[in-house]
């Protein structure tokens, strides 16, 4: 495997649905993650067997290897201490937190291809872990919800509630484990919890005689109930009804569905115009109208950037998409239609000649084709401005700096590479060779890594003596002399502080100070000298 599709593969597992689920699902992450440092220990063993040059007449062969080598044992070293911190933070970490937690700390990273298949295993397992674990906590909220839709009707007295007040403070605090997974759970309980009360106060008033109160909260439950259906809607109608004095057979008010069934129905963005008529119907409902607003508002916005991708103006609905930030509570199907549309621009953005037809299916697959058509092209300034468009979709949507690993480098490796190329048409060879090899700094897949590779033998062969020539040339530009004010004690350095711990600044800057003195003093010496009178001439001798 290559090393540099490892970390990417690895990293995909987290946010995707894991290729391994099945093998990922029989081992505990913890158990994965031993193993996986003691094949990076074995992985050191080996390399550190690699003998250094003995001695001068080493062949170049040989210190090359030992050169690759100690880089490799770095490299191995820092990913051990990185998995080390990963086994720190799971201690008091949710497998959530965890995920996000490993993603940032191995995004530049490149794992061992020896152990890449253990890393793949390892967030997979993570990831099973986290769901089998939220599986758990949603059959416990939806036993405890039939309970509680069979306890409201039956409930006589306001105290009858003040159990399940205490399970649903219960619910929330386990919730806070999960992170951002448990969102629309947490919202489910703040409704339960604002039912409960309302459904307490409805029976105070009702016990005291107060129908007016008791009409009121019952109206409240009624709002309630559009996101949370604990309880029949109809039933709630009836009782209301039956305080108002009114026939409980009239439900003219009932809306025939909720809003929550109309979005979690919402699959594809082929979903959306259906949606929006039934959502339309509901805002004509007092009870409903709030809620189907705001998430009329939400698939309008998307059916407006789908307009956009359609009219060929894919980076504006790009752009559209950044200024949907402000749903985030409605993840459970917010986010994947979100993921859709962001595909969608993504692959209309892309030059004809490198579109993958038929477009395959998700953003990952899309970027890794297309980016592997412009390096076989060697289109590095197209690829450059792929990758900014993707890197900017994947912020977008997960909230992350970046979700594949190496990216970022990525596109900085073209930057650098472009550059080198500038600078080495330009005759700038000894600056042209520093950049080729900053480029061969970064960690990426999809980066001018070979070609800034045989631009770097190039220079130091053919091109030899005239890279020499260069280098000698910069080295004898001279530098800037340091700026000081000779009138104050102190000098004033504008330039690098860190220059002034070279002895030969130093001496220089004492230098430039003792001739500045001695000019000083040969130029008031020399004005002395011209101003000082000559003298009296003596008077004429007088004849006797």
């Known amino acids: 495997m290559n090393h540099r599709i490892a970390p990417l593969l690895c990293l995909l597992s987290i946010v995707l649905l894991p290729l391994h689920a099945q093998e990922g699902a029989n081992r505990e992450s913890g158990a994965i993650l031993s193993d996986m440092m003691a094949c990076l220990d074995t992985e050191m063993e080996t390399v550190q067997e690699v003998p250094p040059p003995s001695t001068e007449e080493a062949t170049q062969e040989q210190r090359t290897a030992y050169m690759t080598a100690q880089a490799k044992l770095r490299s191995l070293k820092e990913q051990k201490q990185l998995l080390l911190s990963i086994q720190t933070q799971s201690t008091h970490r949710s497998s959530e937190e965890l995920v996000q937690y490993t993603s940032r700390m191995m995004a530049n990273t490149s794992i061992s291809t020896a152990c890449s298949e253990l890393w793949v295993e ?78 307490q106060d409805y029976l105070a008033y009702l016990n005291a005689g107060d129908t007016r109160q008791a009409t009121n909260e019952l109206n409240a439950i009624i709002g309630s109930l559009s996101t ?139 970027v890794r084709e297309t980016a592997s058509e412009m390096v076989h092209a060697q289109a590095w300034l197209r690829l450059w401005e792929f990758l900014e468009i993707a890197n900017d979709s994947y912020t977008v949507n997960y909230r992350q700096q970046s979700v594949f690993p190496g990216m970022n480098n990525d596109i900085k490796a073209i930057e650098k590479f472009i550059y080198a190329q500038r600078l080495e048409r330009a005759g700038e060879l000894a600056d042209s060779l520093d950049n080729y090899q900053e480029v061969l700094q970064q960690t990426g897949e999809f980066g001018p890594y070979e070609q800034a590779r045989a631009a770097i033998e190039n220079l130091r062969g053919p091109l030899a003596e005239e890279l020499l020539a260069d280098q000698k040339r910069k080295a004898e530009v001279p530098k800037a002399p340091v700026t000081y004010d000779p009138r104050m004690r102190n000098m004033m350095y504008r330039g690098d502080s860190r220059e002034l711990n070279d002895p030969r600044m130093i001496e220089k800057i004492v230098e430039e100070k003792v001739s500045m003195y001695l000019a000083n003093e040969k130029e008031k010496k020399s004005k002395a000298t011209t101003e000082k009178p000559a003298p009296d001439k003596p008077a004429p001798a007088t004849k006797p």
């Open 122 to 199: 390892y967030t997979t397992a993570l990831k099973g872990e986290e769901e089998a674990r939220m599986a758990e906590l949603t059959a416990s909220y939806e036993k405890f919800t039939e309970e509680l839709g069979q306890a409201l009707p039956e409930a006589k007295q306001a105290s009858d509630l003040d159990p399940y007040f205490v399970r649903i403070q219960e619910f929330t605090a386990n919730s806070s484990d999960y992170g951002r997974n448990a969102n629309s759970l947490r919202t489910k309980l703040n409704s339960l919890n604002q039912i409960v009360a309302n459904w």
């Open 228 to 366: 949370t259906p604990v309880v029949p809607r109809s039933l709630v109608l009836e009782r209301q009804l039956t305080l108002k004095g009114l026939d409980t057979n009239n439900s003219a008010a009932e809306p025939p569905y909720t809003c929550e069934s109309v979005v979690e129905s919402v699959k594809t963005i082929a979903d959306l115009p259906a949606a929006r008529e039934k959502l339309s119907v509901l805002t004509q409902y007092r009870n409903s109208q709030n809620d189907a607003r705001r998430d009329l508002k939400i698939i309008d916005s998307f059916l407006t950037t789908i307009d956009m991708i359609e009219s060929d103006s894919p980076l504006i609905g790009l752009r559209i998409l950044n200024d949907m930030r402000n749903f985030n509570n409605q993840s459970d199907w917010y986010d994947p239609i979100k993921t859709q549309i962001s595909t969608l621009a993504i692959y209309a953005a892309i030059p004809d000649a490198y579109r993958p037809d038929p477009m395959p299916e998700g953003l990952d697959t899309l």
